[in-house]
């Protein structure tokens, strides 16, 4: 429930396909602080599931200062697959926040694959900030170096990623989010040139990209200050 404490907790072992799995939790309400996952999940099946996080499957609380380091394997393929996956948490909603976080191990879904978070949507702010990722991220749809999707009045500050990013479709794939939805805002976040393929407007060479949404559409990159 919302007063409810997980701390100073690390797990390690393997978990195998399901809707709503994490390594630490299924479902956050309260808080989560100070964990680590080693736990590598695998679905083994042909069968898609949903909302899964190295740490928490579905966040409606606060998650802190967690790491993982264990592989989030979903299923893909070119039709459909495991969605709403990412490194620290699958799915954020309801005020959800994210914070001080990071994921070193690969993550792979069909859709909204994110290396930090898979995909945000909410009637209320969600705020993930000072994380960053250094895994591997493979999708066919949408996928981030930090976030998969970032919806619904979402805010996303400081955050970094080092980590791979690989999709089919380049049109919803990032160095730091996939797609950006209304109301939402994405400032002081860094992605690792090599990392990504440029999307169509990139404009910047140096090895980091500074990444700032002004607007619910509009994607401006250029050189760190």
Not at 41 to 52: E, K
Not at 114 to 139: F, L, Q, R
Not at 153 to 162: E, F, G, P, T
Request: proline residues 2%.
């Amino acid at each position: 429930g919302p007063n409810g404490l997980v701390a100073d907790l690390s797990t390690n072992g393997t978990l195998t396909g399901a809707n709503c799995a994490g390594g630490i939790a299924a479902v956050n309400q309260g808080k989560i602080v100070n964990c680590s996952n080693a736990i590598e999940y695998t679905n083994y099946s042909s069968t898609g599931y949903d909302y899964i996080g190295g740490v928490v499957g579905v966040n409606q609380g606060s998650v802190q200062n967690c790491q993982n380091y264990g592989p989030v394997m979903g299923h893909k393929t070119t039709v459909g697959g495991d969605a709403h996956i990412g490194g620290v948490v699958g799915y954020c909603k309801d005020n959800a926040e994210v914070l001080n976080c990071y994921n070193a191990a690969a993550v792979i879904g069909w859709s909204n694959i994110g290396g930090v978070v898979g995909s945000t949507n909410s009637e209320y702010c969600t705020y993930i900030a000072n994380n960053y990722n250094y895994g591997s991220v493979m999708a066919e749809d949408v996928c981030g170096g930090v976030v998969g999707l970032l919806n619904n009045k979402s805010r996303l500050y400081n955050c970094y990623n080092a980590g791979t990013v690989t999709t089919h479709t380049s049109t919803y794939s990032g160095g730091i989010a996939g797609m950006i939805g209304f109301n939402c805002v994405a400032q002081n976040s860094y992605y690792l040139d090599s990392s990504f393929s440029k999307p169509n407007g990139q404009t910047s060479s140096t090895t980091f990209g500074l990444i700032s949404f002004t607007d619910s559409d509009t994607l401006l990159t250029a050189a760190p200050p």
